[in-house]
């Protein structure tokens, strides 16, 4: 039979190869793991290459775009200039001798047309009707 200290020893014995056997399952799985978890960093790395030369490129691309667009940009602010002052011209050129042209044909209008409504241009009494123009004194 066994003595107390025996078995007492055993017992220990037994708590320490079941303990070392947990651990060494335990060591097992988490070897395991790293191993796919450095799988997983390398694929990564892998495609991490090819991705970043993607992206400069992509990013080269971007730049040469917005140079055209600058490059655009400064043009038509040149052909909006131009068009002002072609149509500054345009206006001082045309416009005077227009509103001259205009006000002359109003004015004969007038003068030919009637402006009480009969179409002759006289008032009640026979005389032509002046229209007096503010002269702008006296106003307030």
């Keep these: ?3 107390g200290g025996q078995l007492a020893g055993l017992i220990v014995a037994v708590f320490w190869a079941v303990l070392v056997a947990f651990i060494a399952l335990t060591l097992l799985k988490l070897s395991r793991l790293l191993g796919e978890a450095s799988k997983v960093v390398q694929d990564i790395g892998d495609q991490a290459g090819p991705l ?3 992206m400069t490129r992509t990013v080269k691309r971007a730049n040469e775009q917005l140079g055209r667009t600058d ?10 200039q131009n068009v002002s002052a ?3 011209v345009m206006t001082s050129v045309v416009g005077g001798p227009l509103v001259k ?3 002359f044909s109003y004015g004969v209008r007038k003068a030919l047309g009637g402006r009480d409504g009969d179409g002759d241009g006289r008032n009640h009494s026979g005389r032509p009707e002046l229209q007096a123009r503010p002269s702008g004194k006296g106003r307030r």
């Excluded at 490059?71 to 909006?80: D, H, M, P, S, Y």
């Design 1 to 3: 039979m066994l003595t």
């Design 52 to 54: 970043m030369d993607d």
């Design 71 to 80: 490059v655009i940009t400064k043009q038509v602010a040149g052909v909006t």
């Design 86 to 88: 072609v149509t500054t």
């Design 101 to 103: 042209a205009a006000a």
